[in-house]
């Protein structure tokens, strides 16, 4: 759309004026007219602005949020893929290191902990590590009817697990027992991110968050993370969201502020 009226529009006009009414009519015609063209640029600005607004999306507080949320997964679970073969051995070994020293790691004789997918914390060698001092040694596998997790004894790795719903080993079907999830002394748990508030953001299927909803308070709740997957600010919390007692990483051991 053009700006307003040319100046060529405007001399035809003039002489027009001029030819018409003479020289005393050409001075209030051209206010007048500069008056209209004022008025046609302020409604032409107004529409604009308008028609623009109705062209972009409003979204509702709910929306920003769960926006939010899927960026730091995407971000998060990028930087897990990206880190270099020598970072990732370095980062699995300071995290075994530092759970090594958690008193309720320490103290527990029944431990919980999840079968990593490839690009997450190595907890093979955590298992394997806990199996080798006699700890017994607890694994979560998917019920796909309820969309829960239940947990098996596992004894060896090799023999004990085989692939589960999302392709991630699981306890064998044989060693699915009834488990009273309150015998465990620890569970040891995953996460794409989180934050220094404890906030946990998992992958958004909630599989974890309904295992752990009776057991949050009542036992210990250890998260841990590549350095990438703290992230640096807050994340927009969930009211079902469980977060653990501590979160070990490979530089440090968070727990809640108090």
């Known amino acids: 759309m053009a700006d307003g009226i040319g ?3 405007i001399i035809l006009i003039a002489i027009l004026v001029l030819l018409l009414f003479g020289p005393k009519g050409v001075s209030g015609i051209m206010r007048d007219l500069g008056r209209w063209t004022g008025k046609m640029k302020r409604y032409r600005d107004e529409f604009t602005r308008e028609l623009m607004a109705m062209s972009e999306p409003v979204f509702t507080p709910e929306e920003i949020k769960q926006n939010e949320r899927k960026r730091i997964r995407e971000q998060c679970k990028k930087a897990m893929v990206e880190l270099q073969p020598e970072e ?6 300071d995290i075994r290191t530092k759970l090594e020293t958690l008193p309720e790691f320490i103290s527990a004789n029944r431990i919980f902990c999840f079968i990593s997918k490839q690009e997450e914390v190595d907890t093979l060698t955590i298992i394997s590590n ?3 001092s006699g700890k017994e040694v607890f694994a979560p596998y998917c019920i796909d009817k309820t969309k829960d997790l239940g947990l098996a004894q596992i004894s060896d790795l090799k023999s004990d697990l085989e692939p589960g719903i999302f392709n991630i080993p699981e306890p064998k079907k044989d060693l699915r027992k009834q488990v009273d999830p309150l015998s465990i002394d620890l569970f040891i748990i995953p996460g794409l991110a ?3 508030e404890m906030t946990r953001l ?3 299927a909630g599989y974890f968050d309904r295992f752990l909803q009776d057991i949050k308070g009542r036992k210990p709740i250890c998260g841990i993370c590549f350095n990438c997957q703290v992230y640096p600010y807050i994340i927009p919390p969930e009211e079902h ?3 653990p007692d501590c979160i070990v990483t490979p530089l440090t051991i968070i727990r809640q502020r108090t």
Not at 88 to 93: M, P
């Open 241 to 243: 969201d469980i977060n």
């Open 88 to 93: 990732r051995e370095k980062e699995n070994k």
């Open 130 to 132: 806990l199996l080798k």
């Open 7 to 9: 100046l060529q529009e």
């Open 202 to 204: 998992g992958r958004g």
């Open 194 to 196: 989180f934050d220094h």
